[in-house]
């Protein structure tokens, strides 16, 4: 059983107890920083321009400035979730919020492109250090079956609208004050976040945990790091030997992390319970939503700007138009998962997302915008659909006291999934392109960016129909993910919602 203090310590009913106004007070604070810690991921697109003329950073450290804190919060999310259960997931929020509050007003403050750089990682250590624990609390502040599913459909619809709402809170932000502003923000979150927590969060943890692993704390950062920075770099600049070397080592690494946390009393990653089709089953669908999503983000962020000429403030506005679906399809998920089975409720999800993508196989240049956002606003609410289901249903296939490490690794698949996504459905669009613009002058041939630089007259209008059917077979591509996303929900996800997930703790523990 789990050791908890605080608040909601000392409940003995022999029933699960519903949430009452407390803890959904207490779910309403940790949604906000999660919030602000999806939002950083993309929130710096706006503001490189204005960074870039203060403090003239490099290209190299301009790409090191925007990746830095994706990069270390994806490496450190199984550490800082073993972390959690260990030391009790309440002072891990809090030691998160601290961090990720002192970080925003250094990067705010920053005068040096290095010191950027550099607090862009300590912001990546904080958002690890919350991320996971704000899933994993979920877990103890809700005990009844139908609340948690609901509590874990608005934590996924957050987190999905997070990263969304970044380029649209920078570009107002930039209208009207410096580009320190897009940090400055957090503060507020997060002060409220330290003031509340102790009085509303529990404090939970293993009561048991063994000694913490830091070999292989350093083994999972040491592999995850180089895995997602080569796919990443894959999808930028194509094939280049580094890039695979990057991969290949990262893999090796994660291998020998793997087989390490087969042979210790205390791994920090639960291998039995990955074996566990619910759980994996799990994990690998929402890799395959995630990765389709990514992929497709940056298809059309370039479709309203470069080919239908919106400024990027207006592109970021009408990039929200899709997140309805999402406010729309998690709801309608959760209520039908109550009564048929999950696991063809998430099928279903996933067949409306691909439908959404086999609409935008049909995009043109001269497309009506309407077509394209509810073309959009299809996949998002099939897809945000299924993948709060698969949430729900991971959480609850992990005992309590390791919701922690459970939340971390299903949180690392998704980080996985969205540089795959980058790189793979990038790679197919940058491949049609080329081809289509195999006649364009050099200049022009490498990216849509270039050709409005250097093309002209029938050259662009060339390039515009090699990028949008780029973005037709990237579509159909992620239409695919969504099938075999389908297929997992179908062939390991089917589970009634008579049949409790059984718990992996022993007797008597």
């Known amino acids: 059983m789990n050791t908890i203090t605080g608040?909601?310590?000392?409940?003995?009913?022999?029933?699960?107890?519903?949430?009452?106004?407390?803890?959904?007070?207490?779910?309403?604070?940790?949604?906000?920083?999660?919030?602000?810690?999806?939002?950083?991921?993309?929130?710096?697109?706006?503001?490189?321009?204005?960074?870039?003329?203060?403090?003239?950073?490099?290209?190299?450290?301009?790409?090191?400035?925007?990746?830095?804190?994706?990069?270390?919060?994806?490496g450190l999310l199984i550490t800082m979730g073993a972390l959690g259960d260990r030391i009790g997931r309440r002072r891990l929020v809090l030691a998160g919020a601290a961090v990720f509050g002192v970080a925003s007003v250094a990067a705010a403050y920053a005068d040096s492109p290095q010191l950027l750089i550099a607090v862009r990682a300590l912001l990546g250590v904080g958002g690890a250090a919350l991320m996971p624990s704000t899933l994993a609390l979920i877990r103890n502040l809700f005990h009844d079956d139908r609340q948690r599913a609901q509590a874990v459909t608005a934590w996924t619809g957050v987190m999905t609208v997070?990263?969304?709402?970044?380029?649209?809170?920078?570009?107002?932000?930039?209208?009207?004050?410096?580009?320190?502003?897009?940090?400055?923000?957090?503060?507020?979150?997060?002060?409220?976040?330290?003031?509340?927590?102790?009085?509303?969060?529990?404090?939970?943890?293993?009561?048991?945990?063994?000694?913490?692993?830091?070999?292989?704390?350093?083994?999972?950062?040491?592999?995850?790091?180089?895995?997602?920075?080569?796919?990443?770099?894959?999808?930028r600049d194509g094939v280049a030997l580094t890039s695979v070397l990057a991969v290949v080592a990262g893999?090796?690494?994660?291998?020998?992390?793997?087989?390490?946390?087969?042979?210790i009393a205390h791994p920090l990653i639960?291998?039995?319970?990955?074996?566990?089709?619910?759980?994996?089953?799990?994990?690998?669908?929402?890799?395959?939503?995630?990765?389709?999503?990514?992929?497709?983000?940056v298809f059309l962020t370039q479709y309203l700007q470069s080919v239908l000429g919106k400024s990027p403030l207006d592109a970021a506005l009408w990039s929200l138009v899709p997140a309805a679906g999402a406010f729309a399809g998690a709801p309608s998920g959760a209520a039908l998962a109550r009564r048929f089975d999950r696991g063809t409720v998430m099928a279903v999800g996933f067949a409306v997302s691909a439908c959404g993508f086999l609409a935008l196989t049909r995009v043109r240049t001269d497309s009506p915008l309407w077509f394209t956002l509810t073309a959009c606003a299809v996949y998002t609410s099939g897809l945000v659909a299924a993948m709060a289901l698969a949430n729900e249903l991971a959480l609850g296939a992990a005992p309590p006291e390791r919701a922690g490490s459970a939340a971390a690794v299903l949180e690392s698949g998704q980080e996985l999934g969205g540089a795959l996504g980058m790189a793979v459905l990038g790679s197919v669009g940058a491949a049609v392109y080329r081809h289509g613009m195999a006649d364009a002058p050099a200049?022009?041939?490498?990216?849509?960016?270039?050709?409005?630089?250097?093309?002209?007259?029938?050259?662009?209008?060339?390039?515009?129909?090699?990028?949008?059917?780029?973005?037709?077979?990237?579509?159909?591509?992620?239409?695919?993910?969504?099938a075999g996303a389908g297929a997992l929900a179908l062939g390991l996800l089917r589970v009634r919602r008579s049949e409790r997930v059984p718990s992996l703790t022993p007797p008597g523990r």
């Open 162 to 235: 997070g990263i969304s709402f970044g380029p649209v809170v920078s570009g107002a932000l930039l209208e009207h004050f410096w580009w320190g502003s897009v940090f400055l923000i957090n503060l507020p979150a997060m002060l409220l976040l330290l003031i509340l927590a102790p009085v509303l969060l529990p404090e939970v943890k293993q009561p048991v945990a063994g000694r913490f692993d830091w070999p292989s704390a350093v083994l999972s950062l040491a592999g995850l790091l180089p895995v997602i920075q080569g796919v990443k770099q894959l999808a």
């Open 443 to 482: 200049a022009a041939r490498e990216t849509l960016g270039a050709a409005l630089v250097s093309a002209r007259g029938r050259d662009l209008t060339t390039a515009f129909d090699a990028f949008t059917r780029g973005l037709d077979l990237a579509a159909f591509c992620a239409a695919g993910l969504m």
């Open 270 to 297: 639960d291998l039995e319970l990955l074996r566990r089709r619910t759980f994996g089953g799990a994990v690998l669908a929402n890799l395959f939503a995630i990765a389709a999503t990514v992929g497709m983000a």
């Open 7 to 74: 608040p909601l310590a000392g409940r003995t009913d022999p029933a699960p107890p519903r949430a009452g106004r407390r803890e959904w007070t207490a779910f309403a604070v940790l949604m906000l920083p999660l919030l602000l810690v999806s939002m950083d991921v993309s929130i710096l697109y706006f503001a490189i321009p204005f960074i870039s003329e203060d403090i003239a950073p490099s290209s190299t450290e301009q790409l090191w400035i925007l990746d830095m804190y994706g990069f270390v919060l994806a």
């Open 251 to 263: 893999l090796a690494i994660l291998y020998v992390f793997v087989r390490r946390q087969s042979r």
